[in-house]
C-alpha cells in the first residue's frame, strides 16, 4: 500500500470495532436505521425468518385485496343488471314517470300494477313488461320467451311480422306485447310457418263502420256506451247470421291473438268467417287488428285477464283483475282494456279461476259490462263460477265455452276434438268451444269446416242465451 493511501486511511474511523468485518450497533447513531434482530437472524442455512414471514403477509394483503376487488365487481355488475333503468326518467322531487305513455295509463299502471311476476317497478316506457331490461333503441332486439318452440329460443323484437315489443308505438301505448323472463309470453311465429295455408278467404264486404254513438270519451281513451237511443254494442257490431236457427249450432272463438303478426294475420285471413276472434291487451296494435278483423267478417271480444288460484304461479299480468284490489281500482283496469280498441262485442275471460268465484269482485266488473251493452263469456275454466248466474240476473248477454281445444296435441288430435265438438252440438243442439291458434291447427280448422254435415258455425252473439248454466 502507497504511503499516499495511508494518509488517507484512518485506523479509528474507517475500521468497523465489530469482529470480522461485521458492523457493531454502537456503529450507527440511529437504531432505526440498524436492528441487528431483524436483519440479521442467521440461523441454519443463513436465511432470515421474519424476511420470510414478511413475504407471506404481503402475499396474502395482495390476495385479500385482489378478492375484495373482485367481489366488488361482481357485486357491482348485479346492481348494475338487476336495477330499473329509471334514471333517465327521474324528475326533480325524486320520483319516476314512465315515458311515451298517457298520463292517466302511466299513473294507473304506477298505482294499480299487480305485484309478483309482473313487479310495479318494472313497468317500463311504451307497454307493460314481465320484468326484463328491452332495449328501446332503433334496430336493437329484445329476448322474447317463445311459446310454440324450444325452451329458452329467442325472438327479435322487430315490427314486421314476428310481433313484440314495439317502444314507439305511442298512438296504442297498451298496445304493445308484455314482454320478460316471467309473465305474458309472445308466441314466436315466423311467416314461413303459416305460408302453406293457401289462398286467404274473401272478405265479406266493408265492416259496419265504428258508431261514434256508440262511444264515450273519457280521460282513458274512447269507450263503448249504451246509445241515446238504446242501441247496444254487442247486438249493433253483431256479425248476422244467415243459417237455419233450427239445426245445431257451433261457436267458435279463437283466443290469444294480437300477440304474433304472423299468426294474427293468418287466423283473420284463413279462419271461417264465422268464427269470433279474441285479442289479447298485452298484444301491441290491437286496434288495427280488430279494424282488419272486422273487416274479414269476424266478431271480435277482447280477454279480460283474471286472478288465478295459482297466482303468482301462474301470472295474468298487470292489467288483470284481482281479488286483492278495490273495485274502482279493478274497474280502472278495465277502462284501459276497453280503451285498446272499437268496434268489438264484448269481452271473454282468460285464467280467473279464483276471481270468477268472487261474488264481490264479479259484481262491479259484469255491472260495467251490462252498463255498457256488452256481451260476456265464460271460459268455463273453473267448477264454481259464479259469472253465469250473476249474468243472467243482470240480463247481461253471454255464452259459455263448452270445450277448450288441445291446439298443442298432433294434427290429428286436434281434428277427433273438432269432430267431438260437432258431435256435442248434434246432441245439445248448441255447443260453443275454444282453441288458441297455432299454424298446424289452423291448417286443420280449415279442412275440417269443408266437411261439416248437419251442423254450422255461428257467430258468438247469436248464440248468447242459448246455453243453459
Do not use: C
Given at each position: 500500500?502507497?504511503?499516499?493511501?495511508?494518509?488517507?486511511?484512518?485506523l479509528d474511523?474507517?475500521?468497523p470495532?465489530?469482529?470480522?468485518?461485521v458492523p457493531?450497533p454502537?456503529?450507527?447513531?440511529d437504531d432505526?436505521?440498524?436492528d441487528?434482530?431483524?436483519?440479521?437472524?442467521?440461523?441454519?442455512?443463513?436465511s432470515?425468518?421474519?424476511?420470510?414471514?414478511?413475504?407471506d403477509k404481503?402475499?396474502l394483503?395482495?390476495a385479500?385485496?385482489?378478492?375484495l376487488l373482485?367481489l366488488?365487481?361482481?357485486?357491482?355488475?348485479?346492481?348494475w343488471?338487476?336495477?330499473d333503468?329509471?334514471?333517465a326518467?327521474?324528475?326533480?322531487?325524486?320520483?319516476?314517470?314512465?315515458?311515451?305513455?298517457?298520463?292517466?295509463?302511466?299513473?294507473?299502471?304506477?298505482?294499480?300494477?299487480?305485484?309478483?311476476?309482473?313487479?310495479?317497478s318494472?313497468l317500463?316506457a311504451?307497454?307493460?313488461?314481465g320484468?326484463a331490461?328491452?332495449a328501446?333503441?332503433?334496430?336493437?332486439?329484445a329476448?322474447?320467451t317463445a311459446?310454440?318452440?324450444?325452451?329458452?329460443?329467442?325472438a327479435?323484437?322487430?315490427?314486421?311480422?314476428?310481433?313484440?315489443?314495439?317502444?314507439?308505438?305511442s298512438?296504442?301505448?297498451?298496445?304493445t306485447?308484455?314482454v320478460?323472463?316471467?309473465?305474458?309470453?309472445?308466441p314466436?311465429?315466423?311467416?314461413?310457418?303459416v305460408a302453406?295455408?293457401g289462398?286467404p278467404?274473401v272478405?265479406?264486404g266493408?265492416?259496419?263502420?265504428?258508431d261514434?254513438?256508440?262511444?264515450?270519451?273519457t280521460?282513458?281513451?274512447?269507450l263503448?256506451?249504451?246509445?241515446?237511443?238504446g242501441?247496444?254494442?254487442w247486438?249493433?257490431?253483431a256479425?248476422?247470421?244467415?243459417?237455419d236457427p233450427?239445426?245445431?249450432?257451433i261457436g267458435?272463438?279463437?283466443t290469444?291473438?294480437g300477440m304474433?303478426?304472423?299468426?294474427?294475420?293468418a287466423?283473420i285471413?284463413h279462419?271461417p268467417?264465422?268464427?269470433t276472434?279474441?285479442?289479447?291487451?298485452?298484444?301491441?296494435?290491437?286496434k288495427e287488428w280488430?279494424l282488419?278483423?272486422?273487416a274479414?267478417?269476424?266478431?271480435?271480444?277482447?280477454e279480460?285477464?283474471?286472478e288465478t288460484d295459482s297466482?303468482?304461479?301462474?301470472?295474468p299480468?298487470?292489467?288483470?283483475?284481482?281479488?286483492?284490489?278495490s273495485p274502482?281500482?279493478?274497474?280502472?283496469l278495465?277502462?284501459?282494456i276497453?280503451?285498446q280498441a272499437q268496434?268489438?262485442n264484448?269481452?271473454?275471460?282468460?285464467?280467473?279461476?279464483?276471481?270468477?268465484?268472487d261474488?264481490?269482485a264479479?259484481?262491479?266488473?259484469?255491472?260495467?259490462?251490462?252498463?255498457?251493452?256488452?256481451?260476456?263469456?265464460?271460459p268455463r275454466?273453473v267448477?264454481?263460477?259464479?259469472?253465469?248466474?250473476?249474468?243472467?240476473?243482470?240480463?247481461?248477454?253471454r255464452?259459455?265455452?263448452d270445450?277448450?281445444i288441445n291446439?298443442n296435441?298432433a294434427?290429428?288430435?286436434?281434428?277427433?276434438?273438432?269432430?267431438?265438438?260437432?258431435?256435442?252440438?248434434?246432441?245439445?243442439?248448441?255447443s260453443?268451444?275454444?282453441?288458441?291458434?297455432?299454424?298446424k291447427?289452423?291448417?286443420?280448422?280449415?279442412?275440417w269446416?269443408?266437411?261439416?254435415?248437419?251442423?254450422?258455425l255461428?257467430?258468438m252473439?247469436?248464440?248468447?242465451?242459448?246455453?243453459?248454466?
Amino acid at each position: 500500500m502507497a504511503d499516499d493511501d495511508l494518509d488517507d486511511f484512518d485506523l479509528d474511523e474507517d475500521i468497523p470495532s465489530g469482529e470480522s468485518g461485521v458492523p457493531a450497533p454502537t456503529d450507527y447513531d440511529d437504531d432505526d436505521d440498524f436492528d441487528f434482530e431483524d436483519d440479521f437472524d442467521y440461523e441454519g442455512d443463513g436465511s432470515s425468518k421474519f424476511k420470510e414471514l414478511l413475504k407471506d403477509k404481503k402475499k396474502l394483503a395482495i390476495a385479500g385485496v385482489a378478492a375484495l376487488l373482485l367481489l366488488g365487481g361482481v357485486g357491482g355488475g348485479a346492481w348494475w343488471f338487476m336495477s330499473d333503468d329509471g334514471t333517465a326518467d327521474m324528475v326533480e322531487d325524486g320520483t319516476s314517470k314512465p315515458t311515451g305513455v298517457g298520463a292517466a295509463v302511466g299513473l294507473a299502471l304506477e298505482q294499480q300494477a299487480t305485484p309478483g311476476l309482473t313487479p310495479q317497478s318494472k313497468l317500463m316506457a311504451g307497454g307493460v313488461t314481465g320484468g326484463a331490461k328491452l332495449a328501446t333503441s332503433g334496430g336493437s332486439s329484445a329476448k322474447l320467451t317463445a311459446l310454440g318452440g324450444a325452451a329458452g329460443t329467442t325472438a327479435p323484437a322487430m315490427p314486421g311480422n314476428m310481433g313484440g315489443y314495439d317502444p314507439q308505438n305511442s298512438d296504442a301505448p297498451l298496445s304493445t306485447a308484455a314482454v320478460g323472463d316471467v309473465g305474458v309470453m309472445i308466441p314466436a311465429v315466423l311467416p314461413r310457418a303459416v305460408a302453406s295455408l293457401g289462398t286467404p278467404k274473401v272478405a265479406q264486404g266493408p265492416a259496419q263502420p265504428v258508431d261514434n254513438g256508440l262511444l264515450e270519451q273519457t280521460q282513458d281513451g274512447l269507450l263503448p256506451k249504451i246509445s241515446e237511443d238504446g242501441r247496444e254494442p254487442w247486438k249493433t257490431y253483431a256479425r248476422p247470421f244467415a243459417g237455419d236457427p233450427n239445426k245445431p249450432l257451433i261457436g267458435l272463438l279463437i283466443t290469444g291473438l294480437g300477440m304474433s303478426d304472423s299468426l294474427t294475420g293468418a287466423v283473420i285471413d284463413h279462419a271461417p268467417a264465422e268464427a269470433t276472434l279474441a285479442f289479447s291487451p298485452y298484444g301491441r296494435n290491437v286496434k288495427e287488428w280488430v279494424l282488419r278483423a272486422r273487416a274479414m267478417g269476424h266478431e271480435v271480444l277482447l280477454e279480460l285477464p283474471m286472478e288465478t288460484d295459482s297466482f303468482p304461479v301462474d301470472d295474468p299480468g298487470p292489467l288483470a283483475m284481482m281479488t286483492t284490489k278495490s273495485p274502482a281500482e279493478n274497474l280502472k283496469l278495465l277502462s284501459l282494456i276497453m280503451a285498446q280498441a272499437q268496434g268489438y262485442n264484448g269481452f271473454v275471460a282468460e285464467f280467473g279461476s279464483r276471481f270468477l268465484r268472487d261474488v264481490k269482485a264479479m259484481t262491479p266488473v259484469l255491472g260495467e259490462l251490462k252498463a255498457r251493452g256488452l256481451f260476456f263469456m265464460d271460459p268455463r275454466t273453473v267448477e264454481g263460477s259464479v259469472s253465469l248466474e250473476m249474468a243472467d240476473k243482470m240480463q247481461l248477454a253471454r255464452a259459455i265455452a263448452d270445450i277448450k281445444i288441445n291446439t298443442n296435441a298432433a294434427p290429428s288430435r286436434v281434428r277427433a276434438q273438432l269432430d267431438t265438438l260437432a258431435a256435442v252440438a248434434r246432441n245439445q243442439g248448441v255447443s260453443v268451444a275454444m282453441m288458441q291458434a297455432t299454424p298446424k291447427s289452423l291448417e286443420v280448422l280449415k279442412n275440417w269446416v269443408t266437411t261439416l254435415d248437419g251442423v254450422q258455425l255461428s257467430p258468438m252473439s247469436f248464440l248468447a242465451g242459448r246455453q243453459t248454466s
